[in-house]
């Protein structure tokens, strides 16, 4: 549902870029303002190289995961990006961080949200935010929640790729042509100067999923030329007046 | 994929008008044509109210089956009705068989096909039918059947509704709104003289699906009033330029 | 296994009536005394209808809800009905108050406990009471819990119907004919002046499981006339002297 | 449904022995008349301890695996026995067959039908008796299969226990007391002269059961001695008038 | 991956004989050290016959219940054991709790880890010590935690046998042959005065996991007579330089 | 279980390369012999491109997809390959042409075997071969089959990478290392002249499998460098001496 606006909900500071920043970028492009909320930064799990440093603080990991964040974002052309804060592995949201999560839902009005696995064996913030995302959708829609704000309506939340998708059974079920922007996923990408290791990871997984989108549309002989792709998994069923 | 056409592929003459009335009706109305093939005339298994008429035959009954289908057809505006005889309970094609049903694909060329649920330990025939249609369809995309015919595309396959949903482990991401076509849907399961006690029975299920389809595309504030919907659940991920 | 008492885990004060008002009824009619905890009134999430009115409060809702639901509960037969007021959207119990369930528990001694499905991606809620019943289930028959109590047994577990069964991953292995009592669920349906517009989906889905009923229990040509019934899905297996 | 009579269909010719040996000598001790088919002999694939016998030939393992049938359903009072003798590893039954099947099944009329599990990686022709279980039944219910006949209504088909049940995705629902009859299922396993290494595998299934049936019938301090138990997976939903 | 440690997660201090007890004897006696942590004492939960004595207390029934563990611990050669008393039905870690269990983790560096079934309608606390177990290795394995201290790799979890496996969807993908230490484990499970009534069935849990083992490892006319084993579930993939 | 050969079952003749020649060319390097098995030339389904040329004859299509097939086997040092012409598009095999099948397996003796998955709705074929694999595997097995001959063991079946994994519920749990025959694999690639457009897509998914082997061989900081994998589902479980 086109509301001009959706909701990337990430539980590190980084996984936006990997896992949706084509479909950042691309909707942006079209006009739709996005929203990122980062749970944490990732600070004490995904930032191995800057604890590596001699001296490093917590403080100074938050600073700089930040930047790396807010860099990729620019690149991606994204609306807003907010931090909430809440602490990574484990991350863990109390009833009052919760509500925060809820006021920004109820002022960003998605037309759509996108978030992790609902499975992530080896990430369990990744399973948290999954379900917590799932949670903070339904007060937003309740009417007793703070009464006289706009409730939200019934939103599309989307599953973005998990890094080993078998392992996390993540199963795609809608491929998205990012090939218009795949130069400013590939900016925002290199951006996370702390995890270069998986540039290629993901430029590999990108122009295998456009391969995955030519397969299913339109076949052998011809169809168009998506040369980049990312996949998502629907939560709910979709509405529609043709099939 | 708008092609223009679509196929239906039912296992015995009467599945097509309770699990997929609305979705041919309506795609009739926006112009695309709709093929519909049965397998069978469900002569034997689906059929016991003529049985119980005394001195009955194979022959008449697939002659009133048939006749009831052709009737639905028309109430629906089926652009083309087919009916293979393959024969039913249990409903086996062979090799040629097979073949007469890829030769019907490919001369339609489908924008999408309509067939049974994966699973049905109830009526095995079904669970054959999906099967057939996934062998089909692959058989109707090979460069070396037929050459020089035109070969399929990369149709998606929806699986329309059983009875009993959760015994057949049947889950719908997409509910179309037949709100516009339901009085041509219940004109033609009306012509179903021979299963008069299911009449009601999908009235109901097509003002529940209804319900369904305002749960999910609005919420509880407003959104448009789907009377009656029809569920669908997709073989294949779809590919889109937007989400 | 008939102990003579029966409990019911609600998470919000109007779910035991869509979901097992039937069952309720039926079982009450037959001697069984069964006891209804509400653990929410469902003040926040499930009464757009009363927050829509100027002025409204959370004490107000509350005290409109209980009434619904304690006249519904008198419609029904319920032998008792209480109120656990945890509050809802997020519904949350502490160690405390998962206690005071536990208490409920160890009074009632029920032969069986009815609550809801163990997966629901629209309400978490839901999903919470479904676990949560479990865990209370568990702690009831810890003999160091409360030492000196009467510990519980092994009764069986019953989800009830979700609303949207299909995504909810809900597949009911027992149908309970609830003809007899139709017109008192009916009138307790009535109760829920609030959520008007789901009497009729309700009163479909009753009819519905009747012909669900009557497919199972014995075929095409004769059996019982059950015209309304409600499906469960048990948790745990069933312990039989015959099949 | 008791309509006096059941139905076990086994692949191989002692599969009903370790499987549901108990079932079979309890029903008939309850006036149920129990009726065997055995598909095969398991010639081919489950005689090896004939076949390093010198000189063996097909037609002396079958005869021989027939007696030790034949004993065994002595052991157990079955009503009757029939070898179908369609061969085995592979087994493949053609539509006469097939229709052999259905006849037996319409003349037994049984109130409850037992096979073998859906899934089994180790020997397919256990998934073929079980699909085609379900087949045969949804023949033996069609007015036009040799119409005349009494059809068949609607009977439970429960999956007896496999090899190695987590490896074939079987999940027992119901657990069935078979301590009054273990002797004469004891005396029915000792009849199989050629397997002789799965007596006591049998054996510490059956008490294990009976443990599983304690757990679930009442708890820790009391219940009913069920010393030895079998298990069994549901096919189709119950229909009953009290949970 | 052998790092000549390993790591045993238990929910209440019994539960590692009955479902590990074979492994951690045989890997003992390979020299690998194995800890073992018990999270509870399983004190209110799983002591049923203390407490059916007179005058029990809590701290009595864990000072019984940790010297049951303790020798069981000795007869099977455990390098260590820990009981981190964070109480039972329901078990719940707050944060320092969790980080007392990274903190065991850390200093053991498993080569692998072994806990519960992902799920257990009957015991919800094994369920949450099998996500726990994957919160806190997670938590281990971040450089940001206790900077400093040596971060864990990727050790294996293998999910050891729960009680009616079928129920807790637990399948096992790997058969460990513990006959060398058979009578160690029998010794240990000896030790468990309070539970006398599993003992037999977990003799002939061994036995039947042996003929498994046999079954899979080779075939029905030769091969290694395993006489007792054990059976595990993976959570991750294997690496491996052969298959 | 090393019995010094492996066995690979290709639906078509092109599928053993991208799915499995680095496990074919590493197991060769390390003495094991490995047969390649073609039920079929893949020759009317996949072979567009010749049937793109004018004039093209299905038996031309044979010769040429067998001499890119046996180049591929030669550049991986496939011990023996041999082609069942069974035909494709559908491939089904009859009685006696499983039973060559079986021949080969008994001939060939393999440790373990290798094949396609069990699901995967685009290409029915695939399917076919999977479940036909363990129908062989079975008949292999049994004494009464061809008596005298030697008869098979329990070799593992491995189920190779599939295209578009997700939609195959296909769930690797094992990660072979291919990096020191990442050349002889990419050769073999280069053979296959009719789908160039897939060279690239298997080099992406072969790294990234090499990212997937280091994620779970040891983490962040250390562990080999693998730079190629492929991955592998275990349809049995295995039988060790030590986790």
Not at 3 to 32: E, M, N, P, Y
Not at 204 to 216: D, K, L, P
Request: aromatic fraction near 10%.
């Amino acid at each position: 549902m086109n509301t001009g606006t959706a909701l990337v909900i990430s539980a590190h500071s980084a996984d936006f870029v990997w896992r949706c920043g084509g479909a950042i970028a691309l909707h942006q492009q079209k006009g739709i303002d996005v929203t990122v909320v980062c749970l944490s930064y990732g600070e004490r799990g995904e930032s191995a190289k800057l604890w590596k440093q001699e001296g490093m603080t917590l403080d100074r990991v938050k600073t700089e995961r930040r930047k790396e964040a807010e860099s990729a974002a620019a690149a991606l052309g994204v609306a807003d990006i907010q931090f909430l804060d809440c602490g990574d592995y484990p991350l863990q949201l109390d009833r009052d961080e919760k509500f925060r999560l809820v006021d920004v839902i109820r002022k960003v009005q998605p037309g759509f949200i996108l978030t992790h696995s609902k499975y992530d064996p080896y990430n369990t913030d990744h399973m948290y935010a999954s379900e917590l995302t799932l949670e903070a959708r339904m007060i937003a829609q309740a009417w007793g929640h703070n009464p006289g704000e706009k409730v939200l309506g019934a939103p599309q939340v989307y599953l973005f790729e998990p890094h080993q998708t078998e392992q996390m059974a993540w199963k795609p079920d809608v491929f998205l042509d990012i090939t218009p922007v795949w130069d400013r996923k590939w900016a925002a990408i290199q951006c996370m100067q702390g995890q270069e290791h998986l540039w290629h990871y993901y430029e590999n997984v990108g122009e295998n999923r456009g391969n995955h989108f030519r397969r299913n549309s339109g076949g052998q002989s011809g169809g168009r030329d998506c040369r980049y792709a990312e996949g998502f998994q629907s939560v709910f069923p979709r509405t529609v007046d043709e099939l």
